[in-house]
């Protein structure tokens, strides 16, 4: 005969509170007003901070631009 013993219920509290802690640390999505957030610590997540740039997007276009006429100017 099979000596099957019936696991005690301190293995079963064990496999359950591992459980319960791998479930606790997953993050889910949510959706919540129409966004959704990757995980319940959206909030604690680090920001990256970018620094201000120069206002003028196009600054080397402007700068040729600016080259071309002083050019044209001289060349009169």
Do not use: H
Not at 39 to 55: C, K, R
């Amino acid at each position: 005969m099979l000596n099957c013993k019936k696991p005690n219920l301190g293995v079963w509290i064990v496999i359950a509170a591992i459980s319960l802690g791998v479930a606790a640390n997953m993050g889910c999505q949510v959706q919540v007003a129409g966004q959704t957030l990757p995980s319940p610590y959206y909030l604690t997540d680090d920001v990256q901070y970018f620094p201000a740039g120069s206002e003028n997007k196009l600054a080397n276009e402007t700068a040729a631009l600016k080259a071309a006429r002083e050019e044209a100017k001289a060349g009169r």
